[in-house]
């Protein structure tokens, strides 16, 4: 067992959040969670942990993003922590059943609980379609499981088989139920459900971005008294983001970022980018142009990821690089801009990289380059904000001086695009 002690993990208690010291979790757990860089609860952990860990059903309305699959981790390992049993459950029978609609998103949640339990004893496995079966069943019938991660045709598969026993769950998840129903999937999770003990008998915690009617249906028929939360989707929050589209040269880019990092304006900025090798290269030009900053990308050792990120917030690095991994991870406060360096081809990752800006009631900007290569990224993005937006030209002061001044080769090449 680790020599890690508590008082490693140094968060100061704040007003407005709570800390996940505040919820007597197990130390190898809260080891795992200061591995991960997570300081302060999001609102759906501190409003759904109270009752997931005092074993009431909750009915979550939260999206991807929200911080709900470290929800239901934290409280399904901190139940076999201080539940152990007598003696190992025969292979394939888990303790908990963690239903997804798509493999990327069983994949992500198998991943976050290996990363909650990696100083813990507890076993995850994931079956999903579309991947080798032998390999999975290898896995099941290797050792016990406590976790299974599942997509529900795959499971089906494996409890046909009888790979793969539900008689012993204590505890259900149900994730983006409201997919599941979209995808036609409720048939197969309602076989599922069913070969779990009577919901009297198991803690159900059941998700999903929208509440309609036949998402109301399927909560209550498969909940007892559940404890009901809202979370506010973030596309809420960007009404507190002035959001500004620039149009651009594609190989302009470098160059407006230099500019764009100098203005005063830019107290403190998130600069996303879609790939890793692009944080890496645009940090290194901003560098060399005397602008201090750091990137933040998944290859980067987690040591250092953290460091920079503290540096980031207490306000001694004015600026990040990030990719969407990297980024969803960061939660400060006074963000004052948000630049997409590139317009990010999946439009809930946008509305996740302006969200970190304009938080806690505070108002922030976002820009986002328009060049060429993001033209396409942009319908989707309109589409899912609901609104048309419109690209102006460069305005490098940030609105300081009354022109907009555009200058130079670059202000030539932008005024020919200008209004599409
Ligand atoms: P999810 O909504 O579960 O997909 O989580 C979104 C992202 O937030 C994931 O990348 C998590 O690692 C991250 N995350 C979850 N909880 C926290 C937290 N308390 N602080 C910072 N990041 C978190």
Redesign the pocket.
Known sequence: MSQWELSEFDVPPADDKDR?HDFALPLPMMHA?AD???????P??SEALPYALSDYDVTGQ??????????FLIAIFTRFWENPLPEDLPPGTPRALVLAPTRELAL??EG?AR?LTRHMDERTVCVVGGMDLMKQKDKLNKKPVDLLVGTPGRLIDFINRNDVSLKHVEVLVIDEADRMLDMGFIPDVRRIVYQTPHKKRRQTLFFSATFNDDVMRLAESWTIDPKHIVIEPESVATDTVDQKFWMIGDNEKEDAMVRLCQAPAMKRAIIFANRRDQTHRLTKHLQKNDIPCEALAGDIPQKKRLATLNRFKDGTLKILVATD?AG????VDDVSHVVNYDLPEDPEDYVHRIGRTGRAGASGTSISFVAENDAFNLPPIEEYIGTTVTCTVPDFDLGASESGSVSGTLSETLSENKET
Do not use: M, P, S
Not at 64 to 70: N, R
């Open positions: 996940f969670i991960l860089g997570y300081e302060y609860c999001t759906i952990q939260a999206q991807t993003g929200t911080g709900k699959t470290a929800a992500q949640i976050d990363g991994v969803r991870g960061i939660h």
